[in-house]
């Protein structure tokens, strides 16, 4: 049956694509206060000491600013990421930015780490103290930053009181150089400085890029397992173009959606056999029905999460999803999907 946002969205796809974005944003921020909806108790998941209430979560990018966390909770999302975060306020890359790839049911954006700067949102967080829900923070390093590292250093150190976990983007293709942090030299530096300003007092997520080559994808596998990283998440937006049929395929930027579906499980299970199932995995990239959260989570995820289908299946996919995988697990014959993680 077609849902409302199937009849209203030739009207959205008429607007500029950020435009549009941000009109989301405002529409969440002017909904009343809700209560996130409860899942099936056999879809709660602990990872990294925190009890997720379903697997499914909204990945950093829509709610860059921290502005509408509790209305995406709403929406049945069990965990929100907010960000990407830097410390200075900073615009982004020019526009236009960002590109529907309506017939490959896909998204193309370049924006750069745009965002309000690590104060604001800050302030943001800490007025919805004592509310509940998980809402993870990813933080970033701002383009003219002369040693990157101190950035994250400086953002884990602002918002480490004001999140569920944090997350490090390392993998971003649109800040030029940011993707060196994956070096393992980088990297380690990155982590055992991270890891001394939060000193346990959150979960630090490490999220990286489908682009690796396997000795990448060993090398940042060991190196979050001895530093005890609450999870590695799997992965962000690709630099590469798979066949695309739309004008806007040869874009440049990161690509997600549909067509980054088969790329990431694939460096999904990459971790999974890198790791040994040591570290907790987030399965990141073309998720869009209860079935591809399924084979995310057979794969080896411990999570799930979902942004690009979104524009193409509006906010009500967050329920479908979780009822897709109640039913999952229920014709499994499982107690509780943790028992999926990795079954495959």
Sequence with gaps: MPTAYDLIRPAIFCLDPERAHRLSVAALKAMPRRAAPKADAALAITV??????????????????????????????????????????????????????AEDRAVINRFGFNSQGGEAAARRLAARAGRGG????????????????????????????????LTLNISSPNTPGLRALQDVGALHELLDRV???VAGAVPVFLKVAPDLQPEDVDAIARAAIDRRLGALMVSNTTIGRPPLRSAHAAETGGLSGEPLRALALTRLRDFRKATGGEIPLVGIGGIASADHAWDSIRAGASLVQLYSAMVYEGPGIARRIVRGLEEKVRGA????????????
Excluded at 49 to 69: H, M, R, S
Excluded at 85 to 95: A, D, E, K, V
Excluded at 137 to 155: S, W
Excluded at 333 to 344: M, P
């Design 134 to 165: 998980i809402v993870g923070v990813n933080i970033g390093a701002n383009k003219e930053a002369v040693d990157r590292i101190a950035d994250y250093v400086t953002m884990a150190r602002l918002m480490a009181p004001h999140a569920s976990y």
């Design 48 to 101: 990294a000491g925190l009890d997720f209430p379903n697997p499914l979560g909204i990945a950093a990018g829509f709610d860059k600013d921290a502005e509408v966390p509790d209305a995406l909770l709403a929406l049945g999302f069990g965990f929100a990421e907010v960000g990407t975060i830097t410390p200075l306020p900073q615009p982004g890359n020019p526009r236009p930015r960002l590109f529907r790839l």
């Design 195 to 197: 890891g001394a300003t």
């Design 333 to 344: 014959g499982l107690g509780s999907i943790a028992e999926a993680v990795g079954s495959e």
